[in-house]
């Protein structure tokens, strides 16, 4: 019986000290307890948006509903960097303090806890589709990311790998892998909202910049990401040069002529002229570079700034017909 007892008693306090989990992290009675007794130390999980100058570190009461959980779960076990370089509040002397570190199985649990609890109304469904999301779209939102001084207080990863951009604000080099895309979607629509005098502004923005500079955000640190390519899409499978010719009538002859010659009567004040199609191989020109070219205007190829962006006017059927007709009708002879 002695025996039986110590065995017993050794085999308990292995299962005890070695998978805390098994005892622990099996419920939300866990959770409550790890972020009662630790996390709410230095983050709040209730209230009202407070200027970041009186906290200690970021809300979490919509952390349900800003992380993915994949990100979440290797935060909680300390296998991601500091989010800020110089720390959250970077009024105060920079300090790198230990955040907690959990096991596999307690992270999961907390992140589901977080995942069901700590949510918010405002995030709706966002308005970015990224399965439509265009690698043009991503070079214009990166773009767009320079024009609105984002650098100046987030950092981000050059092509070799070295951070640029000021270290004020939280890194976004792996944003795509970190962030919900609902979220960014109402956070851009207004970070006051979220943290009151924080140094982010309200910026004018469009909604089409807008799904440029969330989706090329999310696309962040996401290894191989697959990039829509709408000129394989059933539009193109279905162009049709016919219907094409009253696309270029209607919307390229006021520029580049009937015939594509260049002299359209917009032609007449334009400096530079517009491309005179006649004299071009179109046939022979990648349908990527024609769409983009149509679509996001002649700027985003590097050429004429009068090239008007017709995507927000031709539906996909259309820019799909006039390409169609130019490439069948334009062959540089």
Known sequence: MWKLSIRSFAVLLLVMFSAPSVLWAGDDGFAEKIIGSQCSNCHRFEGKPKSKFKLKAPDLMWSGVKYQRPWLIRWLMGQEDNLYPNSYRWDKSRFSPKHMISTREEAT?????????YRDPRIKKSFVDMSTFTEMEASLGADIFREYSCL????????????MGGPISVDLFDAGNRYTLDWWSRFAENPQDFTPHSGEYLADI??????HIIGYLMTLGVKDFKFHE?????AFKNADAKRGAQVYKEYCVQCHGPKGKGDGPGAKGLDPKPAVHADLPLSDYPEDYLYNLIFYGGKSVGKSPNMPDWGLTLPEQSLADVIAYVRSTFKGQ
């Open 152 to 163: 100046g207080c987030h950092q981000l990863k050059d092509d070799e790998g070295n951070k």
């Open 230 to 234: 709408p000129w394989n899409s059933k």
């Open 206 to 211: 469009s909604l089409r910049k807008a799904r």
């Open 109 to 117: 649990v907390l992140a589901e806890y977080m995942e069901k609890t």
